[in-house]
């Protein structure tokens, strides 16, 4: 068994639930191990808790993932106060006080309870107990498999029609320009479009958008976020974070793009240390890549070069070359838009199916 990679606590109120759990922690060395007061006997590193429910209050969410040893009535009562949404919640594994069962209680799919249910019962020699329907049938999950693919959902409240669907052989409509989750889901098939801005011609059965353009779509249709855009960012030196993210936020809503299809901001590098940038892109939860001025001036052609850019830093161009350098094959659909203190502009990429699929790549809508 391999350690996990994420932030993992183990419960346990009983010396045979801290026994498992002892086990478990050998096995994953960075897990943390909590164990009630009350219990005799020495086990080396465990952090000890006077009440279970206050413990869980003060670090529920500092966890990826919770593996309890005890009943799995004590578990629901602990953790229902601190469940949030299915889409943030961490995952919870309850096994019993002989290994006889690691069941998969909340998160399943896109927190992961499932597969790390089947991890500790492989570790402890127990039965994996699964209860979700796509799994329990052998049928794909459409949160699973955009999960899989590193994209996003932006109305998780679909998931569960379109799940319904896949689980009962219903024909799900689905706009899908780069072929990235069709091929993955048999009983998908192409929308048509429409006239009306080339919007995608849903019905009232569930469908699947996949694309990184804002538009009014029925609510049955799940919208799939692929990370095809990058924003290329120049600024002075000392930026307020809020300006950059203002520029930004104005960019993408003037042209219609989600920030959930934000793939990274790109810079270049006498920016790789310039705080605004460092905190915008921690914020966001995205990579900030800052690429070598050599690189930026292979972008000879920039839309909107900047004779003051190139005679301070050599370069014609920050933001249009960065957002191309970074999007390699793909095109500038925002051209550079600024602030005072500040630069924007937007490139889409290119993104490859899946590699199990052979069909062609075609433009992102």
Known sequence: MTTSPEPIALWALTPGGARLASRLAQ?????????????????????????????????????????????????????????DHKTRDPAVVVVDDRANWAISLVSGHLGGANRLAAEVADCLGAQAVVTTATDVNARPAIDLVVQELGHSIENPAAIKAVNMALLTDVQIYGHDPYDLVRPRLPQVASVPMQDEAQRPAFGSTPGIFVGDQVMELPPQVLVVRPRTL?????????????????????????????????????????????????????????PLVCHARA??????????????????????????????????????????????????????????????????SAPAT
């Open 27 to 83: 096995e994953w060395p960075a897990a943390s191990l909590h164990l009630s007061k009350r219990m005799a006997g020495p086990h080396p590193g465990a952090q000890c808790f006077d009440k279970l429910g206050s413990a869980l209050a003060a670090c529920f969410t500092d966890y990826r993932a919770h593996v309890f040893f005890m009943a799995t009535g004590i578990v629901v009562r602990s953790i229902a106060p601190h469940l």
């Open 230 to 286: 990058v924003a290329g960012m120049g600024c002075n030196r000392n930026t307020a974070k809020a300006e950059l993210r203002e520029l930004l936020e104005t960019a993408l809503a003037a042209h219609a793009l989600s920030p959930l299809s934000l793939a990274a901001i790109a810079s270049v590098d006498l920016k790789a240390d310039e705080a605004g940038l460092i905190e915008l892109a921690h914020d966001m939860g995205l």
């Open 295 to 360: 690189d930026l001036a292979k972008i000879t052609h920039p839309p909107s070069p900047s004779a003051v850019v190139q005679k301070h830093i050599g370069v014609p161009s920050v933001c249009e070359a960065a957002a191309l350098t970074s999007a390699p094959r793909g095109a500038l659909i925002v051209p550079k838009m600024k602030t005072p203190n500040a630069t924007v502009a937007i490139a889409r990429r290119l993104l490859a199916p899946p590699a199990s699929t052979s069909s062609a």
